[in-house]
């Protein structure tokens, strides 16, 4: 399932930073007292207006990052949780790239957004956005070790762009018919679904790779630092024989496989 990212521009402070720190009658008028009038503009018009239009870029990039969100939530309360979440004291970014990194602890700290899926929705577009903008290192080319001994002892770095994602409903699938316009999305609604996806890009497309429930728990655990044999072992305590000797005749070729997709990085 992919989608094609979304060139990104990157903006200065300005863009990103209200252009008035609330909605106070003081800050209007101080803010006013800074604006040159120009064709028959009064002061405080004009900053009322890059007010609106501050306001409105910042709501259309969260919709054009979150489209499942804003479809599930419908347009109007999607940007009531938006402006809720830009206004709140959490918000510190000076990048639209980074504009959603706190929206999942906003969700969690309010009451009105602190629903399972809410959550689960908005990790999962977050995913999307760094997926996009995260950098892609030089990968690791292959797989040498011939001495299982020497794989074993092997840690491995992911890729910036690439992440686990653990689903309690099918938002991966919902996601990719909604794309990037929540506006078009066909009327559909989530059904329970349990399912571990790695979400990365591939060139130009996030590619979201369905996973067996022993491979993401296998690379949870590389993802977490530790060394091949390291996470074999642990898993090994909580498989039956027959899973651990399946471990054990695919995990070369699991890691062999995810070399080649570049998840790994080079040292």
């Known amino acids: 399932m992919t989608s094609v990212p979304r060139q990104r521009a990157t903006p200065g402070r300005a863009s990103t930073t209200p252009f008035l720190l609330g909605n106070g009658r003081e800050n209007r008028q101080a803010a006013a007292k800074t604006v040159i009038p120009c064709d028959g503009n009064h002061r405080a018009a004009r900053v009322a207006k890059h007010d609106r239009q501050h306001?409105?870029?910042?709501?259309?990039?969260?919709?054009?990052?979150?489209?499942?969100?804003?479809?599930?939530?419908?347009?109007?309360?999607?940007?009531?949780l938006a402006i809720g979440y830009l206004r709140h004291d959490t918000v510190r970014?000076?990048?639209?790239?980074?504009?959603?990194?706190?929206?999942e602890a906003f969700l969690e700290s309010d009451v009105r957004w602190n629903a399972?899926?809410?959550?689960?929705?908005?990790?999962?577009?977050?995913?999307?956005?760094i997926a996009v903008d995260a950098a892609h290192a030089p990968?690791?080319?292959?797989?040498?070790e011939r001495d299982?001994?020497?794989l074993l002892a092997r840690s491995f770095r992911f890729q910036i762009h690439w992440q686990l994602f653990e689903e309690h409903w099918n938002l991966v699938r919902l996601r990719g018919l909604v794309g990037d316009d929540a506006e078009v999305a066909p009327e559909?609604?989530?059904?329970?679904?349990?399912?571990?996806?790695?979400?990365?890009?591939?060139?130009?497309?996030?590619?979201?790779?369905?996973?067996?429930?022993?491979?993401?728990?296998?690379l949870k655990m590389?993802?977490?630092?530790?060394?091949?044999?390291?996470?074999c072992e642990r898993q090994a305590v909580e498989l039956s024989e027959h899973e651990f000797m399946f471990l054990r005749a695919s995990v070369r070729g699991w890691i062999a496989r995810w070399t080649s997709l570049a998840?790994?990085?080079g040292p």
């Open 93 to 103: 970014s000076t990048s639209l790239h980074n504009l959603s990194v706190s929206l």
């Open 188 to 218: 559909m609604e989530p059904t329970p679904e349990h399912g571990y996806w790695a979400i990365y890009r591939m060139g130009k497309r996030v590619v979201s790779e369905r996973l067996a429930p022993l491979q993401f728990a296998l």
């Open 263 to 265: 998840w790994f990085r």
């Open 55 to 80: 306001w409105t870029r910042l709501r259309t990039a969260m919709r054009r990052d979150f489209p499942l969100l804003c479809h599930l939530l419908g347009a109007a309360e999607f940007n009531r």
């Open 148 to 150: 299982p001994a020497e």
């Open 116 to 129: 399972p899926i809410i959550r689960e929705c908005a990790r999962l577009e977050r995913a999307h956005v």
């Open 222 to 231: 590389l993802a977490e630092g530790h060394d091949l044999g390291t996470a």
């Open 139 to 144: 990968p690791t080319v292959t797989v040498e």
